[in-house]
């Protein structure tokens, strides 16, 4: 299976640095991020999984007296090319902004060093359409590396692998199925030939449901008043002084649109997320303080569309309660002992939501960036590359339990006194949730709504 990434640049021989991340302050004066040590890893849902993984230490968050006996996980793919739109956007216009970067150094403007300028130059962009939105070298390291930490953390869910004890699914994409095979090659190692895949199907009305909620696509995913917030921001003070600083940054006598910020900021998140030791040339063109700001504004667009910014949004989430709750309830009933889905950014944010998960008490807005610098709605840390979400089951002597472990981390549910959640208290928590779960009602446009909805430019899942 080919996994390919499209961007490098030619200086192999030179020695990158990445060391922790924290904003400074813009001020007009040579900016070379060649030697800077101040990295900022946080580029929304384009994060690199080895910047927001779970580090484990000695601790153990389990109870002595408890064992798995189940597990129910869900992941988002491993880290990828861009979609065809934007590849294309990429390869016909990067390449002119670059040459004008150039020419204006060459004539005495703009602040980038002469070594950033340098690997500026060197770069090219190599991908084809046809490799569009495929999984890349370092997606497969990622589910490949989660696998063998999950077998690690519970080998007793992972002594041998048979068609009984486990199902495997991935929606119909390349970058899921690669995924998907490079997880089970870390789990099963030479066994991984062996795992039988369950036939993907579209939509997938568990994998992703959203792409069967009408009520969504129309009112929210295809209406561009639903990202209102995401509008107001990029005209915004936060936004217009950071495109004019970094039109003056590269040597511009106009302002640089929202559309050019747009395709450098892609093309270095991207060229990040592919080689998170390495830094992209087109991160020169942002300092900390720019790629925080930026990375609100992501924040701000998946909570309209997939977050807590419209209640439609979570509540089609339901199918996955649904299903974890059939997989808890039932697991002393038959054999299989694990559930491993492989799917998109879209299902993993509506899941979380629906679980009452990071949700801030004040939403997200155009207005409030700078009280929120803290929020719990990051889609950097919550919805990165390879981001995954497991319930674990265990026995604990008399009673059952279940852990939720976010990007292998294990976090507290809402409904649950501690980590560690009684069985009852989940399924107190959540029943009604499964009980009630009439997708077709949910997801039923209005009687006489329109469907020729007011169309967004940009489609989310696109980039």
């Known amino acids: 299976m ?6 490098y640049w030619a200086s192999r021989s030179v020695t990158f640095l990445v060391l922790s991340s924290y904003c400074v302050a813009y001020t007009p004066i040579e900016h070379c991020f060649f030697h800077s040590s101040d990295t900022y890893p946080y580029y929304g849902s384009k994060t690199a999984y080895m910047n927001n993984k779970f580090r484990p230490n000695n601790s153990n968050e389990t109870e002595t007296n408890c064992s798995p006996k189940n597990i129910w996980f869900l992941a988002r793919h491993g880290t990828r090319n861009p979609g065809v739109k934007y590849l294309r956007r990429m390869r016909d ?36 359409d046809q490799e569009a939105k495929f999984l890349v070298d370092e997606g497969y390291t990622e589910l490949e590396s989660i696998g063998r930490r999950f077998k ?21 994409s390349q970058r899921t199925e690669a995924s998907a095979v490079a997880f089970v090659k870390g789990i099963f190692e030479d066994e991984h030939h062996q795992v039988w895949f369950r036939p993907p199907v579209t939509p997938d009305p568990l994998l992703r449901f959203y792409k069967k909620c009408q009520k969504w696509r129309y009112e929210v995913h295809k209406n561009f008043d639903a990202l209102f917030h ?21 040597g511009f006598n106009r302002t640089l649109t929202q559309s050019e910020v747009d395709i450098v900021y892609l093309m270095c998140a991207f060229d990040e997320a592919w080689r998170p030791t390495v830094h992209s040339p087109w991160c020169s063109v942002f300092t900390p303080k720019d790629l925080a700001i930026i990375e609100y504004r992501e924040d701000l667009k998946y909570y309209y569309d997939s977050g807590y910014g419209h209640d439609i949004n979570y ?7 649904k299903d974890v709750i059939s997989v808890l309830k039932g697991s002393s009933q038959n054999n299989t002992i694990g559930h491993f889905y492989f799917t998109h950014s879209g299902t993993v944010l509506k899941f979380l939501a629906r679980l009452g998960l990071f949700k801030d008490s004040t939403p997200l807005r155009y ?27 265990y026995n604990c002597g008399e009673e059952e339990k279940v852990a939720v472990y976010i990007q292998e981390k294990v976090v507290k549910l809402p409904f649950c006194e501690s ?3 009684k069985i009852k208290e989940f399924l107190n928590g ?33 980039a």
Request: charge should be negative; aromatic fraction near 12%; include cysteine.
């Open 2 to 7: 080919e996994l390919l990434g499209f961007s």
């Open 93 to 128: 216009h990067l390449p002119l902004l670059r040459d004008q970067i150039l020419e204006n150094h060459g004539n005495g403007q703009g602040e980038l060093c002469k070594y950033d300028i340098e690997l500026l130059h060197r770069w090219r962009l190599t991908a084809s």
């Open 152 to 172: 690690s953390r519970f080998p007793a869910l992972f002594e041998s692998y048979n068609n009984e004890s486990y199902v495997f699914a991935y929606t119909e």
């Open 230 to 250: 995401v509008k107001m921001f990029e005209t915004g003070p936060e936004m217009s002084n950071l495109r004019h600083i970094i039109s003056v940054r590269l």
């Open 315 to 321: 509540q089609q989430g339901c199918p996955m309660i």
């Open 367 to 393: 207005d409030n960036y700078s009280t929120q610098k803290n929020r719990l709605w990051r889609t950097s840390i919550i919805d990165s590359f390879a981001s995954n979400i497991a319930f674990v089951l």
């Open 419 to 421: 980590e560690m959640c």
């Open 430 to 462: 959540y029943n009604d949730i499964g009980n009630n779960c009439d997708f077709e009602a949910i997801c039923r446009l209005p009687v006489g709504f329109s469907e020729t909805p007011n169309d967004r430019s940009i489609d989310i899942e696109d």
